[in-house]
T-cell receptor, first 112, second 116 residues
Framework: KQEVTQIPAALSVPEGENLVLNCSFT??????LQWFRQDPGKGLTSLLL?????REQTSGRLNASLDKSSGRSTLYIAASQPGDSATYLC???????????FGKGTMLLVSP | DTGVSQDPRHKITKRGQNVTFRCDPI?????LYWYRQTLGQGPEFLTY????????KSRLLSDRFSAERPKGSFSTLEIQRTEQGDSAMYLC??????????????FGPGTRLLVL
C-alpha cells in the first residue's frame, strides 16, 4: 500500500526566502506525482505534475523534482511571497491503482 | 468555466439527517472520484466511477454512504443518518482515462459539511 509523507508539517519563512518542501513515497511504481496548493477552507489547485519518466517540472517560481529510486519529490519555491501562504499537498498515482494517495501537507506561512 | 463543479459548497446539518452532494465533472471525462478530507489531513479516497460503473469503494465508505453516477455524467454522494464524524470537506475530481493509465485528475472546489 502506497504511503506518502510530507516534511515539514509546517514552515514559517520571511518574504523573499527560497524554500524546499519535501515529499516521500514508499512505492516507487508510480505513474506520476502531483503537487497541489490548498487555501484554507478551499479545494485543491494543481501546481505541477511530474510523470514517472520525468525528473522535474517548472512553472514560474515553482520547481518540482522527482527521484523515483529514492522515493522522493521536492517542491522548490523561489523568492517566496506572502501570497504563497497555503497548505501544499503532494499526491502519488501508483501503478495498478486509479486513485491518488495524498500526504498530509505542509502548511506554509510567508510573513511580510 | 468548464472545470469540475460541486454543489452545495457548504452544508450544515443536524446529526441523523440525510445529505446529498452533487458533482459535475469536466464534460468529456469518463472517470469521476470522490475524496474526503478532514482537518489537518490529506484527502482520502472514497470511491470512483468509470462512466456509470462504480469500480472501487474504500473501506472508509460505510453503508451509510452511497454514490451514484447515472448516465455517466454528474454524480451524487448521499450520506444517511449523518454523524458528527462525517464533518469534512468532500472533494470530487474527474479525469479522462487512457490506455496507459496515469491520467491527471482535476479537482472541484469541494463541499464542506458540518454535522451539529
Amino acid at each position: 500500500k502506497q504511503e506518502v509523507t510530507q516534511i515539514p508539517a509546517a514552515l514559517s519563512v520571511p518574504e523573499g526566502e527560497n524554500l524546499v518542501l519535501n515529499c516521500s513515497f514508499t512505492d516507487s511504481a508510480i505513474y506520476n506525482l502531483q503537487w497541489f496548493r490548498q487555501d484554507p477552507g478551499k479545494g485543491l489547485t494543481s501546481l505541477l505534475l511530474i510523470q514517472s519518466s520525468q525528473r522535474e517540472q517548472t512553472s514560474g517560481r515553482l520547481n518540482a523534482s522527482l527521484d523515483k529510486s529514492s522515493g522522493r519529490s521536492t517542491l522548490y519555491i523561489a523568492a517566496s511571497q506572502p501570497g504563497d501562504s497555503a497548505t501544499y499537498l503532494c499526491a502519488a498515482l501508483t501503478r495498478g491503482y486509479s486513485t491518488l494517495t495524498f500526504g498530509k501537507g505542509t502548511m506554509l506561512l510567508v510573513s511580510p | 468555466d468548464t472545470g469540475v463543479s460541486q454543489d452545495p459548497r457548504h452544508k450544515i446539518t443536524k446529526r441523523g439527517q440525510n445529505v446529498t452532494f452533487r458533482c459535475d465533472p469536466i464534460s468529456e471525462h469518463n472517470r469521476l472520484y470522490w475524496y474526503r478530507q478532514t482537518l489537518g489531513q490529506g484527502p482520502e479516497f472514497l470511491t470512483y466511477f468509470q462512466n456509470e460503473a462504480q469500480l472501487e469503494k474504500s473501506r472508509l465508505l460505510s453503508d451509510r454512504f452511497s454514490a451514484e453516477r447515472p448516465k455517466g455524467s454528474f454524480s451524487t454522494l448521499e450520506i444517511q443518518r449523518t454523524e458528527q464524524g462525517d464533518s469534512a470537506m468532500y472533494l470530487c475530481a474527474s479525469s479522462l482515462a487512457g490506455l496507459a493509465g496515469g491520467e491527471t485528475q482535476y479537482f472541484g472546489p469541494g463541499t464542506r459539511l458540518l454535522v451539529l
